[in-house]
């Protein structure tokens, strides 16, 4: 079991930055690959990036490409995202996730490959 604890989120204007932080512990950071996912008011839960153990592989939500970019760091087991250019439609509620099953070098954009999950973060983009 990973217990995972989201930071950063909150109100920025259309056009601004944040930077989400998810701190790990429980585990050794490198034993799984983590994720991002957010889910906004009304709406389902949907996967925004992913990073492999091995952190060679990152995938992205074709909504989020160019603008986002996901990174870890080991020696403080926490994974980060950074939101560039921010829309109004990328508010909600965003979360990370841990997949503990995952190969080495598998990254995966399946909320049901993830075994556990942080409380989440609110961003909310002004419009």
């Known amino acids: 079991q990973v217990q995972l604890v989201e930071s950063g989120g909150g109100v920025v204007q259309t056009g601004g930055s944040l930077r989400l932080s998810c701190a790990a512990s429980?585990?050794?950071?490198?034993?799984?690959?983590m994720g991002w996912f957010r889910q906004g008011q009304g709406k389902e839960r949907e996967f925004v990036a992913a990073?492999?153990?091995?952190?060679?592989?990152?995938v992205y939500a074709d909504s989020v490409k160019g603008r986002f970019t996901i990174s870890k760091d080991n020696a403080k087991s926490t994974l980060y995202l950074q939101m560039n250019s921010l829309k109004p439609e990328d508010t909600a509620v965003y979360y990370c996730?841990?997949?503990?099953?995952?190969?080495?070098?598998?990254?995966?954009?399946?909320?049901?490959?993830?075994?556990?999950w942080g409380q989440g973060t609110q961003v909310t983009v002004s419009s």
């Open positions: 990073i492999s153990r091995s952190a060679t592989r990152i």
């Open positions: 429980g585990r050794p950071f490198n034993d799984y690959a």
């Open positions: 996730a841990a997949n503990l099953r995952a190969s080495y070098f598998a990254v995966s954009s399946a909320k049901n490959d993830y075994d556990d």
